[in-house]
């Protein structure tokens, strides 16, 4: 075979089991306790250290093409690595042009296949304007390639990307919500937002805590109050993305014990940071959105994330260029760029303050790093599961290694991150995608080939294939109850 990982210790439930694992042509093959009768091609002693499931980030703005003054797909993907990722699943704004029907899918896929080191997936992308100028059968071909969600904005993105307002929202729910894809939402209300926004600048706030103070906790609540009714309303599957706020974890807490098809996801820094304090520090290097909140929305989503409330994790890595756009001669904290990055500290930040700190148990740590993520994204048991015949995806922990993060020390080209300095316990020092060392922080740290990562598209269409069908029949009978009207004339 390939590939044994030798004395690899895996999660078993919530124990440890020390084995080693058997990979042979990009896949799982076996576990076994004794290796002294197999060959392979290649042996990697683990030396006792966890192995889990490949971790994934499911949310992330790489940039590339048309912004990679801020980051390339390569830089990107080597960041990933180093921090853990096996597969990540990038958002469809961010790019020249943004992902918004089958033409420009194709016109972000094909420059960056041989910048990839890791898997990856994309979202899909419907804008105000798709439902105002009635082109929401772009959603077609963008599933049959696999996108595994599609991607809505309540306030304004780029400008490629409009924003929706709440009846054009409303119509994309209604046309995805038969295809049974996840609809994600950047739930922040646009009008509570720009009025508080234009309020603080006439009293001449200009100190971090400000940006936080105008997209308000209300903001948001309100946002999920709306997306949770329309999701009722037509059966949509709808995603609160990086969730912030302890009022939202109760609405989608709420909403998910009345039956609703909600799910969400927070952020490390909405695990770790606050406004007060963070904002007031690094200013427009903590400026994001939805922005920092306060100590107990913290608490609030550590909690959740541990009970079930929230799904899982990612990071809205979205990074921007420092000298001309987070901290340029003309800027302040209303003009400067919002968005921080985040793949190389995700897993490091919940292997130390989830795991090791017991904020998460073993089995849950696993969930929101990897299954989950890979189950609601249509990716699983191929991605996001330690079984036979799912790809040999592994990131490889040492429990016990401490680290700190240092903005500087980093693979991506965004120098800068507000958990600066924080010290963990606890790092991943091997990446494995598909049986391939990519990164191997004793050893050379990215070791991996650019263009060795794959796109994995959406592995179940069937849902579409009946929609299209019964669609189809629809507009049979449509037609044949015309006809049957117009020989009765």
């Known amino acids: 075979m390939e590939l044994i990982l030798k004395n690899a210790s895996i999660p078993q439930g919530d124990r440890q089991v020390l084995t080693n694992i058997l990979v042979d042509e990009g896949k799982i093959v076996g576990f076994t306790n004794d290796i002294n009768f197999l060959h392979a091609d290649k042996i990697i002693d683990i030396e006792g250290k966890l192995v889990v499931p490949g971790c994934i980030d499911p949310h992330t703005h790489f940039m590339d093409p048309g912004f990679t003054h801020r980051e390339t797909f390569e830089t990107g993907h080597r960041s990933a690595a180093a921090g853990g990722l096996t597969l990540h699943i990038d958002m469809p704004c961010c790019s020249v042009p943004s992902v918004r029907d089958g033409e420009s899918f194709f016109k972000k896929l094909n420059p960056i296949k041989e910048k990839a080191y890791i898997d990856y997936c994309f979202w899909g992308g419907m804008t105000g304007e798709d439902a105002r100028e009635g082109w929401l059968d772009n959603i077609y071909p963008q599933i049959e390639q696999g996108v595994v969600a599609f991607k809505v904005y309540m306030t304004p993105s780029v400008p490629t990307f409009p924003k929706v307002s709440d009846g054009e929202m409303f119509e994309i729910f209604r046309k995805i919500a038969p295809t049974g894809l996840p609809i994600g939402v950047h739930a922040e209300n646009y009008d509570i937002c720009t009025f508080n926004t234009e309020r603080l600048k006439k009293e001449g706030r200009l100190d971090g805590p400000a940006w936080a103070e105008a997209r308000s906790s209300l903001a948001e609540k309100v946002a999920i109050e709306l997306i949770i009714s329309y999701a009722e309303a037509v059966d949509a599957r709808v995603h609160v993305v990086h969730m912030s706020t302890k009022e939202g974890v109760e609405l989608v807490r709420r909403a998910k014990e009345r039956g609703i098809k909600v799910t969400a996801e927070t952020c ?3 695990l770790m940071l606050n406004a007060k304090d963070s904002m007031t520090e690094r200013g427009t290097f903590a400026k994001i959105a939805p922005p920092l909140r306060g100590k107990e929305d ?23 260029e420092i000298a001309t756009e987070k901290d340029a001669p003309d800027s302040d904290i209303w003009n400067s760029f919002p968005g921080i990055p985040g793949v190389e500290t995700m897993v490091p930040i919940l292997v130390s303050e989830g795991l090791n700190k017991g904020r998460l148990s073993l089995s849950r740590f696993v969930e929101v790093t990897s299954t989950n993520a890979a189950k609601h994204y249509g990716i699983y048991p191929k991605k996001g599961a330690m079984e ?8 490889v922990i040492d429990l016990e290694r401490e680290y700190e993060i240092d903005e500087q020390q980093t693979e991506s080209m965004a120098k800068y991150n507000p958990l600066h300095g924080l010290k963990l316990k606890g790092k991943p020092v091997q ?3 598909r049986g391939n060392l990519i990164y191997d922080e004793d050893h050379g740290g990215i070791v991996g080939e650019a263009g060795y990562g794959e796109y994995v598209p959406r592995q179940s269409i069937q849902r579409l294939e009946r929609v299209l069908k019964y669609e189809k029949y629809e507009a049979s009978v449509v037609t044949k109850k015309s006809e049957e009207a117009e020989i009765a004339k």
């Open 388 to 395: 036979i015949g799912s790809d040999a995806d592994f990131t």
């Open 298 to 320: 913290n608490e609030a989503h550590w909690q959740a994330l541990a009970d079930g409330t929230i799904d899982f994790v990612g990071t809205d890595h979205a990074p921007y």
């Open 268 to 270: 490390p820094h909405y």
């Open 431 to 433: 990446t494995i995608v």
